[in-house]
Nanobody
Framework: VQLQASGGGLVQAGDSLRLSCAASGLTFRSVTVGWFRQAPGKEREFVAAIFRGGSSIAYADSVKGRFAISRDNAKSTVYLQMDSLKPEDTAVYYC???????????????????WGQGTLVTVSS
């Protein structure tokens, strides 16, 4: 199983970025996919997740209304559209996939089975 995160970069506050997470080696439509981020000196935190059927989506309060997660099962890819970026959004962003995640566990990184390598997002003020 491989998860390839991409799309990070250096932007200014207020700009937008779209991250992609391309998966291989698994039945993509059967997994829940989440995005997490880790800023320097801080613990990894939940950002957003989309349930395997696409019917349920969750966001961290800090990104609600600015970020949008979506999935394209035909391309085995999940996207994270990030608008109105703030300097505090600066972090390495990781995508993760889980086979047996229940809705109450969407925000827990321990619930995910597979992790990508991360992509760096830097937002300057």
């Amino acid at each position: 199983v491989q998860l390839q995160a991409s799309g990070g970069g250096l932007v200014q506050a207020g700009d937008s970025l779209r991250l992609s997470c391309a998966a291989s080696g698994l039945t993509f439509r059967s997994v829940t996919v989440g995005w997490f981020r880790q800023a320097p000196g801080k613990e990894r935190e939940f950002v957003a997740a989309i349930f395997r059927g696409g019917s349920s989506i969750a966001y961290a309060d800090s990104v609600k209304g600015r970020f949008a997660i979506s999935r394209d099962n035909a391309k085995s890819t999940v996207y994270l559209q990030m608008d109105s970026l703030k300097p505090e959004d600066t972090a390495v962003y990781y995508c993760a996939a889980g086979r047996s995640i229940i809705l109450s566990s969407l925000r827990r990184n321990q619930a995910y089975d597979y992790w990508g390598q991360g992509t760096l997002v830097t937002v300057s003020s």
